[in-house]
């Protein structure tokens, strides 16, 4: 079973204020004083891959997994302590200074052709990450590859035939169902959030393994694009504070009158 998971290196936002987000002449946002975290959808595949490799390894099923992320020089970092997790390959798509914030099919491309050379069964990858949160790079992989895409994977598991139990989140519930390979599974709200974090012992004994370094496609003429504007998007919520019982009353009567509408 070949499993391959993509992830993103992006700069922890929640650091930066409002006026912190000030385009320059490349429309480009200085994040350089800011931490790098991994995208959250991505942090969960990544620990369902790791999960998923267990589980195959408890049924004795041979197992190979791929961490790949298209990114620059912020990725080495992780790519180090995805290999010390016991990742078989480490894989990053160099950009080369390449503005790929809203290039979904770029990434996509990259993210093909790998899989074209190294066929996967199961490609996990983040619903959607920052800048862009387009969501749309799962889809256009998809499409490329003409394998199933399930979207808002919440949780998943190894059967002992090789295929997966999926559980995805929906508007009108929550379903599993068993699938068999290929399949592109877009994680959503996850059951798991967190990567769990490799030992110093881990560290030291993949100190040596070598990550692969790849050049990114080049970009078709007509596919280039060009970013002409930013603006921050102001996500506070409204809200006002009640107090005492003349609080609860109003409050009471603000409920009652939004039941009625």
Known sequence: MK???TFKVIPDLDQMSAGDY???ER???DTSFVRTILNCFDESGLEFGLRLSDEAESLNLVVETTALTVAEKQAELYLKTLAALKY??????NAEGRDIRFEPESVAESVYRYCKEHPQDYIIMGNQAAPGNNGLTPKILAEKLGVLLL???????VKEDGELEVTT???DGVYVQEISAPAILSIGNAVISKLRVPTLKARMASKEKESEFLKM???SERRKKTLVSLKYVNRERAG????????LRIFAEKYEKNKRE
Do not use: K, Y
């Not at 078989?88 to 798509?93: A, K, Q, Y």
């Not at 979207?151 to 598991?157: F, G, K, P, S, T």
């Not at 006002?240 to 609080?247: A, N, R, T």
């Open 240 to 247: 006002e504070i009640l107090e005492g019982d003349e609080g």
């Open 169 to 171: 989140e929906e508007e």
């Open 27 to 29: 429309m480009m946002v």
């Open 88 to 93: 078989s390959h480490t894989v990053c798509v």
């Open 22 to 24: 000030c385009a320059d």
């Open 3 to 5: 499993i391959l998971v």
């Open 151 to 157: 979207e808002n994977v919440i949780d998943l598991h």
């Open 217 to 219: 496609p080049e970009q």
